[in-house]
Every structure is written in structure tokens, then in C-alpha cells.
């Protein structure tokens, strides 16, 4: 995902330092014009605009606030914009660190996949101080739909609305792997039954997009099972830390945990059909019945 969005910056004109554990991607990126940096302290010594995008909460602890991290060598006035999707709890631990030290963290995760990354067509939920992001909207426009950038309130509130994200997204997914089976099992086309609720009340993006997955069987990772897993295992936590008892995302919590333990994490998180496919007795892909 950053790579992509790097990648967009690039073409908008903005200067670029990068730097990242994958080296590959840095040298694609200086190829095309960004300026190598060699830690996350040497980011923050030549830039007062940073974005992390990271895995999970403990590799943004350790690149901001870590051994030679982003806060070592932070600027007064930095403003940073983190991408990841990671506990809306350890952002505001961050957001705080980053106060003390005269910078603001947004956090700014975004929705869309590769897709969306490589096309500049992100949705981005941002949480944080509001004069913060109205000076880095510009950034954030080179990396995501400009109708669909939206403060969502302060410190955390992006993190929050990325869990909400998640779920709605897996809710979907796990009806509409249900409504396929369903389809199969009574002997009714489900690539019939697919284009008729795209023209009613049922259409959605998740059908759209990983409902044509699940019925050609393509699962070459967008976004891989196992970072879903992440987002998930974050949900569950702040369900938790909010008293909030949600059975339909316990379930599909549940459903992505086998699809993990079936060895399939390295596959597109809308595999989520292959468990609902097994529960079922049917076969996949869809083709292959």
C-alpha cells in the first residue's frame, strides 16, 4: 500500500524521502525520483510532513518511537500521518508522545486496497487536531478520493471509524459467501443471482468487487487474510474496551480466524467464501463445481 501512494505523491510534484525495512520498494521509489533516507530519525530530520504505513500497532511504536524512530529526531511543527490500521488506544499514546514533543499525529487509515492505493482513489478516516488536517488535505488528496477524505473526529476517532470499516466489510462478506452457497446448493446460478441484487437494495461494494472473487475463484491478495486478521483482533480489543457485546462480528471474527489456520493468509481476505464453501460441502473455486 505505501509504495503505491508513495507513488502518487511523486507524480503530484511533491518532494519524497523515503525509507522502509523492505528495500525493494525504497529503490523503486528512488528510481523514480524520492531521496533515500537511512532510518526513521533521518525521515524526521529532512521532513515536517511524515506517513507511516505500517502492519500493525507495534511496528508504528517501534518507527516512531523506537530506537533511532521519527520522535529521536522529530521538528517542532511536524506534522505526522499515520496510515496504518493499528488500536485506536496505542494512537493516542502516540498522538500524546508526538504533542510533547511539539509535532501532532494524525491517524489516517484508509480503505480501498491496492486498487484504490495504486489509483489514488483511497478513502482516508482521519482522526486528529482539525487546523492538522487542513493543512495536509492536499497531501492526502494526492493519495485518496477528495470526496471521500474525511476528518472523523480527534485523536483516535480515524482508528475507530477503520474498526467499523472492518466490520461492515466482513459482515458483508460473510452474506454474500452465504448467499452464493446458498444459490449452489439449490442448484441456481449464483453469477444470476449476483447481478440481480446489483440492481437492488443488496448492491454493494463488497459484492461488486469480492463477489466476482468468490465466483471466479481468484484469490491473488489485494489485501492479505492475515493483515484482516490484524484488523479483527483489533476490533475484538476495542469492542471490548467499549463493553460492547457484537455477535455478528464475533462470528465473522471466528470464520477469518479458520481461514488463518487453514494456511490460507497469504491469500485475499475475501477467501473468507472458501470457509462458508467448506461448512457447506461445496467446492471451490465456483468454476470447478
Not at 509535532?103 to 487546523?131: C, F, H, K, N, Q
Amino acid at each position: 500500500m505505501g509504495k503505491p501512494m508513495a507513488k502518487n505523491l511523486l507524480k503530484r510534484g511533491y518532494p519524497l524521502v523515503v525509507h522502509s525495512r523492505s528495500r525493494g520498494p525504497v529503490d523503486e521509489l528512488v528510481a523514480a525520483g524520492a531521496m533515500l533516507a537511512t532510518s526513521p530519525a533521518d525521515v524526521a530530520r529532512q521532513a515536517r510532513r511524515i506517513i507511516t504505513m505500517l502492519p500493525d500497532s507495534p511496528d508504528v511504536e517501534d518507527v516512531l518511537d523506537g530506537r533511532d524512530g521519527v520522535f529521536s529526531a522529530v521538528q517542532p511543527g511536524t506534522i505526522l500521518i499515520d496510515s496504518s490500521s493499528i488500536s485506536p488506544a496505542v494512537t493516542q499514546q502516540l498522538a500524546e508522545t508526538a504533542r510533547r514533543k511539539g509535532a501532532t499525529l494524525l491517524d489516517a487509515p484508509v480503505s480501498g486496497g491496492e486498487i484504490g492505493a495504486v489509483a489514488g482513489t483511497l478513502s482516508i478516516m482521519v482522526g486528529g487536531d482539525e487546523a492538522a488536517f487542513a493543512e495536509v488535505r492536499p497531501i492526502l488528496e494526492a493519495m485518496g478520493n477528495p470526496e471521500r477524505i474525511i476528518r472523523v473526529g480527534d485523536s483516535g476517532a480515524g482508528q475507530i471509524c477503520k474498526v467499523c470499516n472492518q466490520m461492515v466489510i466482513g459482515g458483508t462478506l460473510a452474506a454474500v459467501s452465504e448467499a452464493f452457497a446458498l444459490a449452489r446448493k439449490a442448484d441456481v446460478d449464483p453469477a444470476k443471482v449476483r447481478e440481480a441484487l446489483l440492481g437492488g437494495f443488496a448492491a454493494s461494494r463488497v459484492l461488486e468487487v469480492h463477489g466476482e472473487r468468490i465466483l471466479n475463484g481468484n484469490y491473488k491478495p489485494g489485501f492479505r487474510a492475515e493483515l484482516y486478521a490484524k484488523d479483527y483482533r483489533v476490533a475484538g480489543e476495542t469492542l471490548e474496551a467499549h463493553g460492547l457485546r457484537t455477535p455478528v462480528t464475533s462470528e465473522v471474527h471466528a470464520l477469518v480466524n479458520v481461514l488463518i489456520s487453514s494456511g490460507r493468509g497469504s491469500d485475499d481476505y475475501s477467501a473468507l467464501a472458501t470457509v462458508i464453501f467448506d461448512m457447506a460441502g461445496l467446492s471451490h473455486p465456483l468454476s470447478s463445481s
